[in-house]
């Protein structure tokens, strides 16, 4: 299955049912010009709106594949869905925003046009925040790579 043919299925059922999202992890990463490899796709979504995402995920054949958790120190929720293609699989993670300050995340998003249509992308900040709540080897070479192009900007409109 192909991650970004998944990927840009499911944005526009997000957009027509009027879910309030932002995409985060390795596909937010690439609309920041810093593609990398990813093998799921990742988005924080307000927290009303799950059982519009259940909607539309069911329509593509996604299922949630297990009870739903917090993550440690956050009031973050991940809810998996999978869907398999004899062996191929695609994994989505979507957390809910329950927070005000995770639900300022989605406000805060950068809307990008694609090929399908509006696509919302959690900005820089944001991500570089997320990412440090996980904390895992990767997030930390992608804080990296965020933390390095902000500053070349910065540099660039200082001059």
């Known amino acids: 299955m192909n991650l970004y043919d998944e990927f840009f299925a499911l944005i526009p059922y997000l957009n027509k049912l009027g879910v309030r999202y932002a995409v985060i ?5 690439a609309f920041h010009g810093r593609p990398r490899f990813t093998r799921d796709i990742d988005v924080l979504i307000h927290s009303e709106d799950i059982d519009l ?3 539309a995920f069911q329509r593509l054949d996604y299922r949630e594949t297990a009870a739903p958790w917090t993550f440690r120190n956050t009031n973050l929720t991940l809810h998996r869905f999978l869907k398999t293609a004899g062996e191929e699989e695609m994994m989505v993670d979507v957390l809910l925003a329950n927070a005000p300050e995770d639900r300022e995340v989605i406000s805060r998003a950068v809307q990008t ?3 399908v ?3 919302r992308v959690a900005d820089r900040n944001d991500l570089i925040r997320l990412k440090a709540i996980r904390n895992s080897d990767q997030d930390q070479v992608d804080i990296k790579g965020l933390q ?3 500053d070349r900007e910065s540099r660039k409109d200082g001059q």
């Open 148 to 150: 390095d192009d902000s």
């Open 53 to 55: 995402v259940r909607m």
């Open 117 to 119: 249509g509006p696509v």
């Open 25 to 29: 992890g390795g596909i937010a990463m």
């Open 113 to 115: 046009e694609a090929e």
